[in-house]
């Protein structure tokens, strides 16, 4: 009786869970939610591909002149990002020279297959499943040399 006394009791008190997906809770100020690239201001720079700890960012770049200038610069034709290897650290946000890619308070980054996690955002899909940045080749430490033989008394 007592514990159908303390559901009763809760039956009736307002509600603090919301049915979600229908109502979402709003996010935070300064939340970080998944990322968007303005492709228009991007220059190509590839510091975020090359900052990103989880190699999460790819891009492949050409040369062309998008400004009519006469001259070639450097032009992301793709670009890629991997949400399904993301962790939100905001590296490539704080390097970003021109400020083109950003947090979205968008946060469901779920899917039946890993490959839809990978947004393309250039005019020209990039393959996600290549490696942006591939293991650096260590060089063979150098052989310790052996203790000098101390000259015979
Ligand atoms: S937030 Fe971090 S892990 Fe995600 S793409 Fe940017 S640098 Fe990579
Ligand atoms: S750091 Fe910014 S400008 Fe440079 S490639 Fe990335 S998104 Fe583009």
Redesign the pocket.
Known sequence: MKGMGITLKHLFDNKVTRQYPEYKKETFERSRGMLT?DMD?????????RICPDHC?S?EQEKRDADGSGKAKPY?VG?VIDDSRCMYCSL?VE???????YHTEEFEAQAYNRLELARQFGERPVDPTIDPKPAVKKKPKAAKKAPKKEAAA
């Open positions: 690239v201001r991007c220059i190509a720079c590839l510091q975020c591909m960012i891009i992301a670009f490539c390097v970003c020279p021109v400020n083109c890619i």
